[in-house]
Each structure stands twice: as C-alpha cells, then as structure tokens.
C-alpha cells in the first residue's frame, strides 16, 4: 500500500508506519547524541506513553540512562484494511529499539483511566521491579470514572463570557475570527474529572500500595500557562480550571512522596504542536507565531528538545531541582521570555490571510502535523509500498 496523508481538519486518517519509526529513531539519536544522563531514572512508568511529550519523556528515560520502562497508552490497532493510530507505530518502533538495546520494555494498550488497566500495569510492573520514575501525561476526551460510572466529557471553552479573536486553519492558512460560548458549570466540572488529577492520584495510590515505588520515587504531570492571548480559552478557561486541579494534586503528592525521599512535580511545558493542542482553537496561530519568533532567536524546541533538557538539566543533572512559588518545573522559561511575547504580540495584531505565510511559521506549523502521522521524514520513501507486515493487519 502507498500510504498519503489525508486530513480532515485537525486530524489525520493515515499514518505512515516507516515514518513513525523515523520519527522514534530521530528521537533517539538526539538523546544519544547528548551523552548520558548518569543521575538519570532506571525504572520508569510512562502513563501517555506512545506521542507527544509522553513518548519523548519515554525515551529520554530509556535512551538518557537506560531506564526499563513499561508504557501505556490508548491507541487504534491496526485492523485489515486500515492503518493503526502513529502512536500504535509508535509503541512498536520505541519496543523494537529498546529491546534491541537491552532494555526493559513493555508496554499495554488501553484506557489509563480504567481499573482493569491499572491492574495490568502493576503485574508488569511487579516483573520490572519499583519504579524511580512515573510520568504521566495524559490528553484525553473523555473518562469514565472508574467508582461511580460517572462519564465525563471534556471542553474548551471560555469561562464566564464568550470569547473572540483570530484563529487559523492551519491547512490553507486562512485567519478568520471565532467566538467561543461560555462554558457551563457543568462542562467546567467535566473538564476537571478528565483533566484534573483524579487519575494520577488514584495511579499514585495504587502504586504506593502495591509497594511499586521506588524509594526517592518522582512523579510528574505536565500542565501549560501560555501568553494572555490564549488565557481567557486556555489558562482561564475550562481546561485551566482543570490544570490548576492538576497543579494541586503535585502539591499533595509531594507531601507524600517526601515521606520517602520522593518528590512531585508538574512541569509547565511549551506550546508544541502535538495530537492534542491541534485542536485547541487559537493555538495553531499562536504556536505558528511562536514558532517563527522561537526559530529566528535559535531558541525553538520541539518535545524531544524539551524532555532531554528537563531530564538533563533540571531533575537529574544532581543539583537541587529548580521549581516556582507553585512547585512547578518551567521549561515555558523561553517560550515566556518578554522579548519572544512581546514580537508574538506584535505579528498577532497584523497577522491575516494575506500575510499568514510571511508572518507566522504556518509551514513549520504544517510540517510537524505531518510529522505527527510519520509523513515529511527525511531518508522515507513515501511513494514506496509499504507491506502488509509494517502495516500490522
Ligand atoms: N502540546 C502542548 O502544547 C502542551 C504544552 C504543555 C503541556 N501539555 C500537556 O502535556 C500532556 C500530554 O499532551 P501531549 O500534547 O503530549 O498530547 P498527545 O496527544 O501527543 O499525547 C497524549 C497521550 O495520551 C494518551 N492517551 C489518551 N487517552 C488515554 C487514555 N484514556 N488512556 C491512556 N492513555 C491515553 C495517548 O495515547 C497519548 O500517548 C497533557 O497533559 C498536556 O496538557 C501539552
């Protein structure tokens, strides 16, 4: 089979198997090409483990310091006639690799939030021995809660009052103005149970009693700030009602851990372009913005980037780990910078259709969705058929 990206909106159908295993292989070039991380975990579970900063987290784990890892996470395999999700390739590549390296890895496809899984996970787990690190960076829809069957739908939405600006569409570049309703009290409190930290303290329980942590253990989840142009969607809004419900789950967590000798973090990350911040509205234009200033200061950074750097430099580099009033690790530090805002501001106030191409990275934008799905790798023969054995079904 010849495999095309097809999108539809801020999705794609397709994905290229090669291209997936490129995109784990780069990845794991970069951590080698840095050296070793010596201080760095020797057993990790990664919960969000096969895309974005959950897979690079992985990685940077396994190929930094040779940490064992068992991964989880939630995606479409293939089946006869249709390609499997990038991050089922993904999963398999990383497996591959690490096996070949001599690693511990395992990893369980399926839903985080359910207790089946959990339960999965610990009899794995109990095989690698307890973990020195859980990362858990979960984007997800929706969650049934596993107590009370209670199904909650996530949102973004403004909370309070509607909220309008620009947006882009990130395939043909047209910017045109949007305006989002109000969230509910209902949606808001949804977004919570999906996004909050429900999930990664019932994890963090579970592994505490099964005896499956590590002493020293860390846990960390990862949460967003970004710019004033996207706090009334974002930061205020439904899903940072939800990160601040995160934020102050790591608090607790932390008053626990220490008990051990552990430790909770949240690390505040930098708009990427990934599965999930694709379909935040205003993103795609802010990130593109962002990216062009980032790119002409020599200070962009993609998720790979900013894991070996969070890795390296702030939780094992053997200094005491540097955090905010909040606790929170920030590797948004250049995404923040005043001069980086201050040139983002300044191209959002004139961006439009006609210059989108000049003023924003849309390109640069468009190229890492691509690359999501596996297609736009150097060295990737895409009019080459792809046989069924790499396709899965
Ligand atoms: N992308 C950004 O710009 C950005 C910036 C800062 C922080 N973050 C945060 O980083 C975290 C990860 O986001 P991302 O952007 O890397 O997302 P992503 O879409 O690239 O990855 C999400 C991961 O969650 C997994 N997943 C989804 N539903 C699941 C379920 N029910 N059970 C198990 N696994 C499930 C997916 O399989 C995937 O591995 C999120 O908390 C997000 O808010 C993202």
């Given at each position: 089979m010849i495999i095309e990206p097809k999108i539809r909106g801020f999705l794609c159908t397709t994905s290229h198997p090669v291209g997936c295993d490129a995109s784990v292989q780069e990845q794991i070039d970069y951590v080698k090409s840095k050296g070793a991380?010596?201080?760095?975990?020797k057993k990790a579970l990664i919960i969000g483990s096969s895309a974005g900063f959950g897979l690079s987290s992985r990685i940077t784990a396994a190929f930094g310091s040779g940490a064992g890892t068992l991964g989880l996470a939630f995606e479409r395999p293939p089946e006869k006639g249709r390609l499997a999700s990038p991050g089922w390739y993904q999963t398999r590549s990383f497996e591959e690799k690490a096996h070949k390296a001599g690693l511990w890895a395992k990893s369980l496809n399926g839903d985080a939030f359910s207790d089946a899984i959990k339960a999965e996970a610990v009899t794995l787990l109990k095989e690698l021995g307890p973990v020195d690190l859980v990362v858990y960076s979960v984007a997800a829809p929706r969650r049934t809660d596993p107590k009370t069957g209670t199904v909650y739908k996530s949102c973004l939405k403004p909370i309070g009052k509607p909220y309008t600006n620009k947006t882009m569409d990130f395939n043909n570049g047209a910017v045109t103005t949007i305006t989002l309703d109000a969230a509910t009290q209902e949606e808001v409190d949804h977004t919570v149970g999906v996004m909050g930290g429900d999930d990664w303290e019932l994890w963090m329980d579970l592994l505490q009693k099964e005896g499956l942590l590590a002493p020293g253990a860390v846990s960390m989840a990862y949460s967003y700030i970004g710019p004033q142009v996207t706090q009334p969607v974002y930061r205020n809004g439904t899903i940072g009602t939800a990160k601040d419900h995160l934020e102050k789950t790591a608090l607790k967590l932390d008053e626990r851990l220490k008990k051990t000798g552990g430790r909770a973090f949240i690390s505040v990350n930098k708009a990427l372009v990934t599965q999930a911040s694709s379909?935040?509205?205003?993103m795609p234009l802010y990130i593109s913005l962002l990216y062009k200033v980032m790119k002409a200061k020599g200070i962009h950074e993609g998720t790979l980037e900013q894991m070996d750097r969070l890795f390296r430099t702030k939780l094992y580099s053997g200094n005491a780990i540097p955090v905010d009033e909040k606790n929170r690790i920030r590797m948004d530090d250049w995404e923040l910078r005043e001069d980086v805002q201050s040139e983002v501001d300044a191209l959002w106030q004139t961006v439009g259709t006609e210059n989108a191409t000049e003023q924003s990275d849309i390109l640069g934008y468009r190229g890492d969705f691509h690359r999501l799905y596996g297609f736009g790798f150097k060295g990737v023969d895409y009019g080459a058929d792809v046989p069924d054995s790499l396709i899965g079904a």
């Open positions: 991380i010596p201080k760095g975990p379909a935040i509205p205003f």
